[in-house]
T-cell receptor, first 111, second 112 residues
Framework: AQSVTQLGSHVSVSEGALVLLRCNYS??????LFWYVQYPNQGLQLLLK??????LVKGINGFEAEFKKSETSFHLTKPSAHMSDAAEYFC?????????FGAGTRLTVKP | DTGVSQNPRHKITKRGQNVTFRCDPI?????LYWYRQTLGQGPEFLTY????????KSRLLSDRFSAERPKGSFSTLEIQRTEQGDSAMYLC??????????FGPGTRLTVT
């Protein structure tokens, strides 16, 4: 079955700095990949997704992710962090409607 | 679309009591999912409906858990004889024919 590993349960950056959240997946066939964000006491909001086609995917709030098949990675980046980006981020992999989530990375943004 | 809604948002119950949660998906979404999320973890799949048919259930869904989607619209998740280990956030998501799932705000269950 497919699975996701998020490297780093906590990431702290300064406001204006680059955000890099790491995600590696395991799947027997090319899966669909997602990044979701969760704010405290709320559900998950879709940031971006990769299904097919262009490997660099742009999402909401200035985030983007690149699908690298050779590295089985789907890292999330944002050039300049805002205070409002502080949240929990989840990478997910989906195969045949079976979606599996990583354990999450908590992003802290320091002023 | 008004989004996925879940009720109640919070539920505190005593061990051994039964609880029921409701999920209203985005209208015309034929797929509905239930997940459980514990502190510091990602959501774990519980079960999945396509229209009114329950197509898949996780091993996490013990005999005390039951889910229904009687008319292919809203869904309920019932937990019987709650245990402290059932304390978690229960998330509902829906989708149409596309792969991305849209999540509700969740129901936080605390079993005392």
């Amino acid at each position: 079955a497919q699975s996701v590993t998020q490297l780093g349960s906590h990431v702290s950056v300064s406001e204006g700095a680059l955000v890099l959240l790491r995600c590696n997946y395991s799947s027997s066939v090319p899966p669909y990949l997602f990044w979701y964000v969760q704010y405290p006491n709320q559900g998950l909001q879709l940031l971006l997704k990769y299904t097919t086609g262009a490997t660099l995917v742009k999402g909401i709030n200035g985030f983007e992710a690149e699908f690298k098949k050779s590295e089985t990675s789907f890292h999330l980046t944002k050039p300049s962090a805002h205070m409002s980006d502080a949240a929990e981020y989840f990478c997910a992999v989906s195969l045949n409607n079976d979606m599996r989530f990583g354990a999450g990375t908590r992003l802290t943004v320091k002023p | 679309d008004t989004g996925v809604s879940q009720n109640p948002r919070h539920k505190i119950t005593k061990r051994g009591q039964n609880v029921t949660f409701r999920c209203d998906p985005i209208s015309e979404h034929n797929r509905l999912y239930w997940y459980r999320q514990t502190l510091g973890q990602g959501p774990e799949f519980l079960t999945y409906f396509q229209n009114e048919a329950q197509l898949e259930k996780s091993r996490l869904l013990s005999d005390r858990f039951s889910a229904e989607r009687p008319k292919g619209s809203f869904s309920t998740l019932e937990i019987q004889r709650t245990e402290q280990g059932d304390s978690a956030m229960y998330l509902c998501a829906s989708s149409r024919l596309t792969v991305e799932q849209y999540f509700g705000p969740g129901t936080r269950l605390t079993v005392t």
